[in-house]
């Protein structure tokens, strides 16, 4: 296997892939994410709005709430289904130029690049493994199963018709619970599992011993590459947002919930989704301390001799045989060996910088920045932020 060969996709070749691609939603060439998202969002939405069209419940009339009042229904089908097919195509190619960057940047020695291969071929074949999906499929039938329809479910008042429960719900609210549902929570489930096998992938390559650079300019130590990676979330971290914002809209908006009694909730999901996203990263947190403490006492040890030198021959004027440390053209003067320790001193515990936390907490935040602008000006919005990150 080549270094180009290594180029792991966490979306391609799976059970579900094969499938799609076995009933012609996915071209033998290529992703077919745009025609999957128009599928999937009109499958699960579109029967929906017709029943409810068709019965005068769609909009105000029949209903008590009409289903255009439910906004979490539209922004799960209309915008975070399509989302998360959208997504595969940013992951896929992320992943695959990325990943194959720990052996061209020199981070994998070359007497471990063997083990390298060994590590992608292991999750490509978890990747393709069914146990996994089998597992999926179990959660959305114990889920259908444990979990019947209960009338009074406010998100299906639109649907109640007259009969007596559990039968009182139209054709509308059975395409909801029994078909658009589940479309929407084995998207989400499959995504979780994509983080879980990245969250793997670079679990097994930091076990490596890696040529980690304590001095590098990224202050990752060499790594600061996979801070693309979790733009390869951004729309689904946008996609959970949007749907949650558009469930609290809704109360805001129909029930007189006040948005400032939602801080504390928004607060803890954004910092909740933003870790879970970055989770991955993470791995790297107990090498790169490791490198940072041993690079402290090496280019500790590296400056205080090079100092010690410099001051008999500069200062005191003693004679200093020709020393290689004093001639390395590598070092320089006393100057560039402080640089070097102070490059250390600067590199991170983490290799999560500004670019790895605006990417998902900035799609992440423009949901509930729209709710919140239900009740309180944008520009006031605006003000606060800008107060806070100043």
Request: with cysteine; aromatic share 10%; net charge positive.
């Amino acid at each position: 296997m080549s270094e180009s060969d290594l180029g792991i996709s966490l979306v391609r070749d799976d059970p579900f892939f094969r499938i799609q691609r076995r009933i012609g939603l996915i071209p033998s060439q290529g992703l077919g994410v745009m025609r999957r998202a128009i599928f999937f969002a009109l499958l699960a939405w579109l029967p929906i709005v017709v029943w409810a069209g068709y019965m005068g419940r769609a909009l105000s009339g029949v209903a008590d709430e009409p289903l255009l009042q439910h906004f979490g229904i539209h922004a799960r089908f209309l915008i975070a289904v399509p989302l998360f097919i959208l997504g595969e195509g940013v992951l896929h190619g992320l992943t695959a130029k990325l990943i194959p960057y720990f052996l061209t940047s020199g981070l994998v020695r070359e007497e471990q690049r063997e083990a390298f291969r060994e590590i992608v071929q292991g999750i490509v074949r978890l990747r393709n493994s069914t146990l996994p999906w089998l597992f999926i499929a179990v959660i959305i039938l114990a889920w259908l199963m444990f979990e019947p329809p209960h009338s009074g479910e406010h998100e299906l008042v639109w649907a109640h018709v007259d009969a007596s429960p559990p039968f009182d719900l139209g054709f509308g609210g059975w395409w909801l619970i029994y078909v658009a549902r589940p479309i929407f929570i084995a998207l989400l489930t499959v995504w979780l599992w994509r983080l879980i096998l990245l969250f793997l992938l670079l679990k097994r390559i930091a076990a490596l011993d890696l040529a980690i650079v304590a001095t590098h300019p990224d202050r990752s130590g060499g790594l600061g590459f996979i801070e693309k990676l979790p733009a390869g979330f951004s729309l689904f971290a946008f996609a959970i947002s949007a749907v949650v914002a558009s469930r609290l809209a809704h109360n805001v908006v129909y029930h007189g919930v006040h948005v400032q009694s939602l801080r504390l909730l928004v607060g803890v999901f954004l910092v909740l989704l933003v870790m879970l996203c970055l989770a991955p990263l993470t791995v790297f947190i107990p090498k790169l301390i490791a490198a940072k403490r041993r690079a402290l006492l090496e280019y500790g040890a590296l400056v205080g001799a090079h100092g010690r030198l410099v001051r008999r021959r500069w200062i005191l004027g003693e004679s200093v045989d020709e020393r290689p440390l004093l001639q390395a053209p590598e070092i320089g003067p006393v100057a560039d060996t402080l640089s070097l320790y102070e490059a250390v001193t600067k590199m991170r515990a983490a290799p999560i910088g500004k670019t790895a936390l605006l990417t998902i907490a900035l799609p992440a935040a423009l949901p509930m920045l729209a709710l919140f602008a239900i009740e309180i000006p944008i520009k006031d919005l605006l003000q606060k932020i800008a107060g806070i990150l100043v």
